[in-house]
């Protein structure tokens, strides 16, 4: 029971933070950001490349990654979503852009980083075993820290931050928010470049446990999704519910179904359905986000 | 308007710009041969080294001088189509390759799409060699793909029976992302392990693909304490990430795959708790590899930068098609001569250190002979690098 | 009006006369299946079009072209029914199917029912590798190709099997389902349930005060497209003559979508279109090896910076652009 429950507070602790980036970007723009998953394979690469290639510390490699995506982030909202949110009619179109930038960074990264799996080497060894109750191995506990430390900075940048109130403002309410002079561009595209930034940060710290591959975009945005979507979308208490939610769910769908084994993960999706059928905006979205 | 006729115009250009380029390779005698595989999204890596295998060997080929096949010698030319992992794509993969005038073709990846090929194939008289091992795209009345490796129902047993009798394993479970593939191989794994009389604890526990961490997944597993722990058709990405958390659970077991693997993968991805790890490779390790094959290796990194050890299985069938063809140059635009050429067909295999030889085999599994012979190379990594553990035959 | 049927006269023109020619004289028979896949997807497309008109975003159009594929194949491999019969079937089940999970779920509106319609086509594949009566992961293969339509002694459609070029049978069925199904989707957008349809997607709550029983509408919309997605998905096994739980995954439904914004949401024969440039520039992008997907994707960013609206924006005249 303790190992369920921390293997869910892990899993959840990394959830929470891909989706924060991700809702962040839905909250202020309105965008579905198919390329977050994308972002967060390119965050990892980065790392890769800086602590396996280059053989620099690990904390650089994670300062690349976090500044490498920033910037892609900004520059991504300023030239390719602004224009088109402006001219489009429905503002779903910028589904389609997302989904062309997240192909193109597929391809990107295909050219740039190659097709293999890549992952550095742990850095820090041995295994924490409390009486074969709780099995954790350190780096693992150091990561889920370090998520978790990355997760209360950006609530308290958010919170206190005079830039985290203006995009708070501006994800209540965008017009309001201009009204009040608010310079709404400048901070949507902080705005994105803090999401994919995150992103980056998340690909960064999980390559030294899970390594990265190109084919991991896809899949962890609609694992993203999937978490916005149970705390509701554009909140981010609700990112953050909705990750460790998640986690839990995997945790403990996979060890109290494993012998229904090939079902685990239809129940899980199918719960989530009903879950969202009864409960329409999430655990705390705002209805029809 | 003019807005309009300049959008127009360009795109009518670049569409023609398109057909003329596809259409101007025809001076020399040019031998196509065709790759219908996944080389973009997650699955890329089994495609192309796949791609990279053919292109590097053809590449060598035509550096020598070409392949003579009857009185004409040949350039070799790799035709390779992306079907992005799909069904739908393969079909038209497929459809470009007979519109080529292709007649061999290397691939589809996946079981879904190599089923999928098959009536393009049959229809336009096409040889293809899928890695995929449904049973019936090999036994009749299927009868133009060839299988090009060695199948898991193949493999499995003889690594299971080799561990019963070396290592005293007794109980077995197996683990399988939930997709076509690995659930079959699982399937076909399961059937085997009970043949040979083994417990199987545990085989109902799979994961999806895009899973990061995977204790939960093991946790189960692990606790139904298997003497050997089978990962079913494991993706070299997820391979690593599996034994590096089965490890740390304390599991101390062997475990072992029926899939090639990337010893460079292994080392990065779990270090030394991949030692032991049992995989079924090529013809790369250092104890069967020829020069030639060596070689082959050396061409392959200047190529493309980085060899990949997936790419020791996948070295074969171009050699199988070529020296096919030079068995009986008739077959260059009839496979029903090259079929008829299979069963009687034997070339040395020049991979391979020894009198190994190149010849179909498969009666036993298919009732035709429709598959490649590769030698059942069971490789455990050790330190970095795979080290031949034992090596059978498939007939 | 005239002008409108000269239109849909050269449509058909081109379709069934021209394309053939075409092909007929380059010699490339190749074409034939890529555009059978562009009629077929283009059917699944108009589906998730028609989710689009009354506001909802379709991510689960795959889902349905694959419980469509694996009805006609169990009805075809196991009760032995004539293809011809299970087509119609497909989409019916599809569209039986679609009232009960949509009744719960058109309640969900924007990113929320996007994402479920997303998890949905997951869903369905989980289910296939779990099912027996569809064979698990094995998929089902082998099945036959269509087999004769006869009415009352009289063939309409000949045997499959029989033919010396079935490719050109599967593309001229294709683009006949084509055809019927923009016929379908222009009548209704042209209906007063497109009137009622529109009013959902601006208003849903002025148009329920207005006495529109929305409920209905959506629940009605949604099957429709449903039964789309299950023909494309029944005629899709017919040519591959196989099917498996990944023969139609999210990538596809996310492609279905994908061709509808592509072509321009306000328009009915966007999606078409989209389908069209999209499926079909893949193909013809292969030349490009390894930066295929590099272009593809590279213009498919350009082309929504150029025309964000899609691409049947470019004949709109009134609009006024800065």
Same mark, same amino acid.
């Given at each position: 029971?303790?190992?369920?429950?921390?293997?869910?507070?892990?899993?959840?602790?990394?959830?929470?933070?891909?989706?924060?980036?991700?809702?962040?970007?839905?909250?202020?723009?309105?965008?579905?950001?198919?390329?977050?998953?994308?972002?967060?394979?390119?965050?990892?690469?980065?790392?890769?490349?800086?602590?396996?290639?280059?053989?620099?510390?690990?904390?650089?490699?994670?300062?690349?990654?976090?500044?490498?995506?920033?910037?892609?982030?900004?520059?991504?909202?300023?030239?390719?979503?602004?224009?088109?949110?402006?001219?489009?009619?429905?503002?779903?179109?910028?589904?389609?852009?997302?989904?062309?930038?997240?192909?193109?960074?597929?391809?990107?990264?295909?050219?740039?980083?190659?097709?293999?799996?890549?992952?550095?080497?742990?850095?820090?060894?041995?295994?924490?075993?409390?009486?074969?109750?709780?099995?954790?191995?350190?780096?693992?506990?150091?990561?889920?820290?370090?998520?978790?430390?990355?997760?209360?900075?950006?609530?308290?940048?958010?919170?206190?931050?005079?830039?985290?109130?203006?995009?708070?403002?501006?994800?209540?309410?965008?017009?309001?928010?201009?009204?009040?002079?608010?310079?709404?561009?400048?901070?949507?595209?902080?705005?994105?470049?803090?999401?994919?930034?995150?992103?980056?940060?998340?690909?960064?710290?999980?390559?030294?446990?899970?390594?990265?591959?190109?084919?991991?975009?896809?899949?962890?945005?609609?694992?993203?999704?999937?978490?916005?979507?149970?705390?509701?979308?554009?909140?981010?208490?609700?990112?953050?519910?909705?990750?460790?939610?998640?986690?839990?769910?995997?945790?403990?769908?996979?060890?109290?179904?494993?012998?229904?084994?090939?079902?685990?993960?239809?129940?899980?999706?199918?719960?989530?359905?009903?879950?969202?059928?009864?409960?329409?905006?999430?655990?705390?979205?705002?209805?029809?986000? | 308007?003019?807005?309009?006729?300049?959008?127009?115009?360009?795109?009518?250009?670049?569409?023609?710009?398109?057909?003329?380029?596809?259409?101007?390779?025809?001076?020399?005698?040019?031998?196509?041969?065709?790759?219908?595989?996944?080389?973009?999204?997650?699955?890329?890596?089994?495609?192309?080294?796949? +791609? &990279?295998?053919?292109?590097?060997? *053809? /590449?060598?080929?035509?550096? $020598?001088?070409? !392949?003579?096949?009857?009185? =004409?010698?040949?350039?070799?030319?790799?035709?390779?189509?992306?079907?992005?992992?799909?069904?739908?794509?393969?079909?038209?993969?497929?459809?470009?390759?007979?519109?080529?005038?292709?007649?061999?073709?290397?691939?589809?990846?996946?079981?879904?799409?190599?089923?999928?090929?098959?009536?393009?194939?049959?229809?336009?008289?096409?040889?293809?060699?899928?890695?995929?091992?449904?049973?019936?795209?090999?036994?009749?009345?299927?009868?133009?793909?060839?299988?090009?490796?060695?199948?898991?129902?193949?493999?499995?047993?003889?690594?299971?029976?080799?561990?019963?009798?070396?290592?005293?394993?007794?109980?077995?479970?197996?683990?399988?992302?939930?997709?076509?593939?690995?659930?079959? +191989? &699982?399937?076909?794994?399961?059937? *085997? /392990?009970?043949?040979?009389? $083994?417990?199987? !604890?545990?085989?109902?526990? =799979?994961?999806?693909?895009?899973?990061?961490?995977?204790?939960?997944?093991?946790?189960?597993?692990?606790?139904?304490?298997?003497?050997?722990?089978?990962?079913?058709?494991?993706?070299?990405?997820?391979?690593?990430?599996?034994?590096?958390?089965?490890?740390?659970?304390?599991?101390?077991?062997?475990?072992?795959?029926?899939?090639?693997?990337?010893?460079?993968?292994?080392?990065?991805?779990?270090?030394?708790?991949?030692?032991?790890?049992?995989?079924?490779?090529?013809?790369?390790?250092?104890?069967?590899?020829?020069?030639?094959?060596?070689?082959?290796?050396?061409?392959?990194?200047?190529?493309?930068?980085?060899?990949?050890?997936?790419?020791?299985?996948?070295?074969?069938?171009?050699?199988?098609?070529?020296?096919?063809?030079? /068995?009986?140059?008739?077959?260059?635009?009839? !496979?029903?001569?090259?079929?008829?050429?299979?069963?009687?067909?034997?070339?040395?295999?020049?991979?391979?250190?020894?009198?190994?030889?190149?010849?179909?085999?498969?009666?036993?599994?298919?009732?035709?002979?429709?598959?490649?012979?590769?030698?059942?190379?069971?490789?455990?990594?050790?330190?970095?690098?795979?080290?031949?553990?034992?090596?059978?035959?498939?007939? | 009006?005239?002008?409108?049927?000269?239109?849909?006269?050269?449509?058909?023109?081109?379709?069934?006369?021209?394309?053939?020619?075409?092909?007929?004289?380059?010699?490339?028979?190749?074409?034939?299946?890529?555009?059978?896949?562009?009629?077929?997807?283009?059917?699944?497309?108009?589906?998730?079009?028609?989710?689009?008109?009354?506001?909802?975003?379709?991510?689960?159009?795959?889902?349905?072209?694959?419980?469509?594929?694996?009805?006609?194949?169990?009805?075809?491999?196991?009760?032995?029914?004539?293809?011809?019969?299970?087509?119609?079937?497909?989409?019916?089940?599809?569209?039986?199917?679609?009232?009960?999970?949509?009744?719960?779920?058109?309640?969900?509106?924007?990113?929320?029912?996007?994402?479920?319609?997303?998890?949905?086509?997951?869903?369905?594949?989980?289910?296939?590798?779990?099912?027996?009566?569809?064979?698990?992961?094995?998929?089902?293969?082998?099945?036959?190709?269509?087999?004769?339509?006869?009415?009352?002694?009289?063939?309409?459609?000949?045997?499959?099997?029989?033919?010396?070029?079935?490719?050109?049978?599967?593309?001229?069925?294709?683009?006949?389902?084509?055809?019927?199904?923009?016929?379908?989707?222009?009548?209704?957008?042209?209906?007063?349930?497109?009137?009622?349809?529109?009013?959902?997607?601006?208003?849903?709550?002025?148009?329920?005060?207005?006495?529109?029983?929305?409920?209905?509408?959506?629940?009605?919309?949604?099957?429709?497209?449903?039964?789309?997605?299950?023909?494309?998905?029944?005629?899709?096994?017919?040519?591959?003559?196989?099917?498996?739980?990944?023969?139609?995954?999210?990538?596809?439904?996310?492609?279905?979508?994908?061709?509808?914004?592509?072509?321009?949401?306000?328009?009915?024969?966007?999606?078409?279109?989209?389908?069209?440039?999209?499926?079909?520039?893949?193909?013809?992008?292969?030349?490009?090896?390894?930066?295929?997907?590099?272009?593809?994707?590279?213009?498919?960013?350009?082309?929504?910076?150029?025309?964000?609206?899609?691409?049947?924006?470019?004949?709109?005249?009134?609009?006024?652009?800065?």
């Amino acid at each position: 029971m303790e190992q369920i429950l921390a293997n869910g507070l892990y899993l959840g602790a990394q959830y929470a933070l891909i989706a924060l980036g991700l809702t962040l970007i839905f909250s202020l723009m309105n965008v579905l950001n198919f390329a977050h998953g994308q972002m967060y394979v390119f965050g990892g690469f980065v790392t890769y490349t800086v602590v396996a290639q280059f053989g620099l510390p690990f904390i650089v490699g994670l300062v690349a990654s976090a500044a490498v995506l920033a910037v892609l982030g900004g520059l991504i909202e300023k030239f390719l979503f602004r224009p088109v949110i402006r001219r489009s009619k429905r503002e779903e179109s910028t589904m389609l852009l997302a989904a062309g930038i997240a192909f193109f960074l597929d391809a990107v990264i295909l050219l740039l980083f190659g097709e293999k799996q890549r992952g550095v080497p742990k850095i820090v060894n041995g295994v924490f075993n409390w009486d074969m109750r709780i099995i954790m191995p350190y780096d693992r506990i150091l990561i889920g820290i370090l998520a978790i430390t990355l997760i209360v900075s950006f609530i308290l940048f958010m919170q206190y931050s005079r830039t985290g109130r203006a995009m708070r403002a501006l994800a209540q309410d965008r017009m309001a928010a201009q009204l009040m002079g608010v310079d709404v561009d400048r901070y949507s595209m902080i705005g994105f470049a803090l999401g994919a930034m995150l992103a980056g940060l998340v690909g960064g710290l999980l390559v030294t446990i899970t390594g990265i591959n190109l084919g991991m975009g896809g899949p962890t945005s609609v694992k993203a999704f999937l978490m916005i979507m149970i705390g509701g979308a554009g909140v981010i208490s609700g990112a953050i519910a909705g990750g460790f939610i998640l986690g839990m769910m995997e945790s403990v769908g996979l060890t109290l179904l494993a012998a229904y084994g090939d079902i685990t993960y239809l129940v899980i999706f199918a719960t989530l359905m009903v879950f969202l059928a009864i409960r329409p905006q999430g655990l705390m979205g705002k209805p029809w986000g | 308007m003019k807005r309009r006729v300049f959008l127009a115009t360009t795109g009518l250009s670049i569409a023609l710009a398109v057909t003329a380029s596809s259409a101007a390779w025809a001076e020399n005698a040019k031998l196509k041969i065709g790759f219908v595989g996944v080389t973009s999204g997650p699955a890329a890596a089994w495609g192309i080294s796949n +791609q &990279r295998s053919m292109e590097t060997r *053809a /590449a060598w080929l035509n550096e $020598l001088g070409g !392949v003579t096949i009857g009185d =004409t010698t040949y350039d070799v030319e790799i035709v390779p189509f992306d079907d992005q992992k799909d069904p739908k794509r393969a079909i038209a993969g497929m459809e470009k390759m007979a519109q080529d005038g292709i007649h061999y073709v290397v691939g589809p990846n996946v079981d879904d799409g190599a089923a999928a090929v098959r009536p393009v194939a049959e229809q336009n008289g096409i040889m293809y060699f899928p890695y995929a091992f449904p049973k019936e795209l090999y036994t009749p009345p299927a009868s133009n793909a060839i299988l090009g490796m060695v199948a898991n129902y193949q493999s499995g047993p003889a690594i299971y029976k080799h561990l019963m009798d070396n290592a005293g394993v007794k109980k077995v479970a197996f683990v399988a992302a939930n997709e076509s593939d690995p659930l079959s +191989q &699982r399937d076909g794994g399961v059937e *085997a /392990a009970k043949a040979l009389g $083994l417990e199987v !604890v545990s085989d109902s526990v =799979t994961y999806q693909v895009d899973t990061t961490d995977f204790t939960p997944v093991l946790l189960p597993v692990i606790q139904s304490a298997p003497d050997l722990l089978v990962l079913s058709g494991v993706s070299p990405a997820n391979a690593p990430q599996l034994i590096r958390s089965a490890r740390e659970l304390g599991y101390t077991g062997l475990i072992s795959t029926e899939t090639a693997q990337d010893a460079t993968v292994l080392m990065e991805g779990a270090g030394d708790l991949a030692n032991g790890f049992i995989s079924v490779g090529g013809a790369s390790t250092p104890e069967l590899a020829s020069d030639a094959m060596r070689e082959f290796v050396d061409r392959y990194t200047n190529m493309f930068g980085e060899y990949n050890d997936e790419s020791n299985t996948k070295v074969y069938a171009l050699e199988y098609i070529l020296e096919t063809l030079k /068995a009986n140059p008739a077959a260059i635009d009839d !496979v029903e001569a090259f079929k008829a050429t299979m069963d009687t067909f034997e070339a040395p295999n020049p991979f391979m250190v020894g009198d190994a030889k190149l010849t179909y085999v498969g009666t036993t599994s298919f009732g035709q002979k429709r598959q490649v012979s590769v030698p059942l190379v069971v490789n455990e990594f050790r330190d970095g690098k795979f080290e031949t553990l034992f090596v059978a035959q498939v007939d | 009006m005239a002008l409108r049927l000269i239109g849909i006269g050269a449509f058909l023109l081109g379709v069934f006369v021209l394309v053939p020619v075409f092909i007929a004289v380059t010699g490339r028979w190749d074409f034939y299946y890529t555009l059978t896949s562009v009629a077929l997807l283009s059917v699944g497309a108009a589906g998730v079009w028609l989710t689009f008109y009354i506001g909802r975003i379709n991510i689960g159009q795959g889902a349905y072209a694959l419980v469509g594929g694996y009805v006609s194949a169990i009805l075809v491999m196991k009760a032995g029914f004539s293809f011809w019969v299970t087509l119609p079937l497909a989409g019916v089940a599809c569209a039986l199917i679609s009232v009960v999970i949509g009744l719960p779920i058109l309640r969900l509106r924007g990113v929320y029912f996007a994402m479920v319609t997303l998890v949905l086509t997951e869903v369905a594949r989980l289910t296939a590798l779990a099912l027996p009566v569809t064979n698990g992961a094995k998929g089902i293969t082998s099945i036959p190709l269509p087999g004769e339509l006869s009415i009352l002694g009289l063939t309409i459609i000949p045997d499959f099997a029989g033919l010396a070029n079935p490719k050109l049978a599967f593309y001229l069925m294709g683009a006949a389902l084509m055809a019927l199904t923009y016929l379908v989707l222009w009548r209704i957008v042209n209906s007063r349930l497109g009137h009622l349809c529109r009013s959902l997607q601006q208003n849903e709550e002025l148009a329920a005060s207005i006495g529109v029983n929305t409920a209905m509408l959506r629940v009605l919309a949604y099957s429709i497209s449903s039964f789309f997605g299950g023909i494309a998905g029944a005629m899709f096994v017919a040519i591959s003559q196989s099917i498996y739980p990944s023969s139609f995954v999210v990538t596809d439904s996310v492609n279905f979508m994908l061709y509808c914004f592509l072509g321009g949401l306000g328009y009915v024969f966007g999606p078409m279109l989209g389908t069209l440039l999209l499926y079909f520039g893949w193909d013809l992008l292969s030349v490009a090896k390894q930066y295929q997907l590099l272009i593809y994707s590279g213009s498919m960013i350009a082309l929504m910076l150029v025309l964000p609206n899609g691409l049947l924006s470019l004949f709109d005249k009134k609009e006024s652009r800065q």
